[in-house]
């Protein structure tokens, strides 16, 4: 009897200690597993949060980088307005520099009467414009004044697309514009007679055309128009035109063609290194006796400050 009661006590010890052991291994199981739970959601949050932060950061980066590229340093200071009057051929060039002039200075209005290089230079004379414009040089006995050159333009000598001449030398064109060569057969073109088309008297392209040319006071023209855009059409309406226009103007134009001058194209490259002969200034023209008002002073330097190149670029002149 008392063997079969220690018996059965040991088999309640036994029973006991394996449920001991069961019981701490399932504790043991659930604490590993809560913390590597809990350690897995601490990665990710921490995760998550850095790259929120630096998304942030990227994108606050971009926006301050994005509003220094766009602004425009505005000047206030100064205000009034600014009269400017002269050559046509520079309209392009104007339009821009007073576009961009105008974005900085905001109290400040500049306007432009395209009247000629002639009137231009009459104005600064005499007081009724700020600025005068010429593209042309100064004459001797255009005294107490000085001009400012902007921008660099070449002449180009224009023809009908139709018409086969490619190049002429400076002394053929010379010998068109002054009558002396009347067919074009006489320069590799066909039988037909020549019609010249030029600029009016006054005018700065004329003028600059004529003295590089040198025909002053000699061509024979069959029109005398009075603006660059004018002697583009005709030249575009006359299978036997020949005529010249402001290269910024004549280059963007397919209705014309423009030929070589000695085997030298017109262009940006071309006239800045001096090769194509046929060249001009585009100049700004002061009152030497006549202090300019602050505004006018501020688009002065403006216009020929470094920082216009790209302006000047767009419309087509060069930067001297």
Do not use: H
Not at 69 to 95: C, F, P, Q, R, Y
Not at 120 to 128: F, H, L, Q, R, V
Request: glycine share 8%.
């Amino acid at each position: 009897m008392k063997k079969l009661i220690a018996l059965l006590m040991a088999m309640a010890m036994a029973f006991s200690l394996v449920a001991c052991g069961g019981s701490s291994q399932a504790s043991t199981d659930t604490e590993e597993t809560t913390t590597t739970e809990a350690s897995t959601t601490e990665e990710e949050t921490t995760d998550d949060t850095e790259e929120e932060t630096t998304t942030d950061e990227t994108e606050e980066a971009d926006t301050t980088e994005e509003t220094e590229d766009t602004t425009i340093a505005v000047n206030t200071d100064i205000s009034g307005s600014v009269s400017t009057n002269g050559s046509t051929s520079m309209e392009k060039v104007m339009s821009i520099l007073i576009e961009a002039f105008e974005e900085q200075y905001s109290n400040v209005t500049v306007t432009y009467d395209a009247t000629g290089s002639g009137s231009g230079i009459t104005a600064a004379t005499e007081g009724s414009a700020d600025i005068g414009l010429a593209s042309r040089d100064l004459k001797e006995d255009e005294t107490g004044l000085t001009a400012y050159v902007v921008a660099l333009d070449g002449i180009a000598v224009i023809v009908n697309p139709s018409n086969g001449v490619e190049d002429l030398s400076l002394e053929q064109i010379a010998g068109l514009f002054n009558g002396t060569i009347t067919n074009w057969s006489e320069v590799g073109g066909e039988d037909m007679e020549v019609a010249v088309i030029g600029r009016e008297a006054g005018s700065g392209t004329r003028d600059g055309f004529e003295s590089v040319v040198g025909v002053e006071d000699a061509c024979t023209y069959d029109q005398e128009l009075t603006s660059t855009g004018a002697v583009i059409t005709a030249v575009a309406q006359n299978q036997y035109a020949i005529g010249y226009a402001s290269l910024s103007e004549a280059a963007e134009d397919a209705s014309v063609k423009m030929v070589t001058v000695d085997g030298v194209a017109a262009s940006e490259e071309t006239v800045k290194d001096g090769t194509y002969s046929i060249q001009r200034d585009f100049n700004m023209v002061v009152n030497d006796s006549t202090t300019l008002s602050d505004a006018a002073q501020a688009f002065l330097d403006f216009c020929l400050s470094e920082d216009v190149a790209d302006y000047i670029s767009q419309a087509g002149a060069i930067q001297p």
